[in-house]
Nanobody, 125 residues
Framework: QVQLVESGGGLVQAGGSLRLSCAAS????????MAWFRQAPGMEREFVAA????????NYADSVKGRFIISRDNAQNTRYLQMNRLKPEDTAVYYC??????????????????WGQGTQVTVSS
């Protein structure tokens, strides 16, 4: 089993920055990749970014490319999402997810076995 705990959400003005953290514990050796998804009210959960657990292969949704950066701290079993130049449309609950797969369609929610509880990000205009 893997446990994921997100932190770092909050309220920020448009143009501002936030950094989300996702701390993994348990059988972290089974993790192939971790990702961030987000879900706005009334919308489906959508892919934001992913990073392989070993190595640093990254993937980003087009909507966040050039603004968001996913990174890792292996010593702390933590992955981060640095969000810059935030827009009101970035407002959502952000979820951390983990999958056993190191190469997959990271956009697909079905490949992720573990999910965090979510953290709210609100961007005011």
């Amino acid at each position: 089993q893997v446990q994921l705990v997100e932190s770092g959400g909050g309220l920020v003005q448009a143009g501002g920055s936030l950094r989300l953290s996702c701390a993994a514990s348990g059988r972290t050796s089974s993790i192939g990749a971790m990702a961030w998804f987000r879900q706005a009210p009334g919308m489906e959960r959508e892919f934001v970014a992913a990073i392989t657990w070993i190595g640093s292969v990254t993937n980003y949704a087009d909507s966040v490319k050039g603004r968001f950066i996913i990174s890792r701290d292996n010593a702390q079993n933590t992955r981060y999402l640095q969000m810059n130049r935030l827009k009101p449309e970035d407002t959502a609950v952000y979820y951390c997810a983990a999958t056993q797969y190191r190469s997959a369609n990271f956009y697909c929610t079905r490949i992720y076995e573990y999910w965090g509880q979510g953290t709210q990000v609100t961007v005011s205009s």
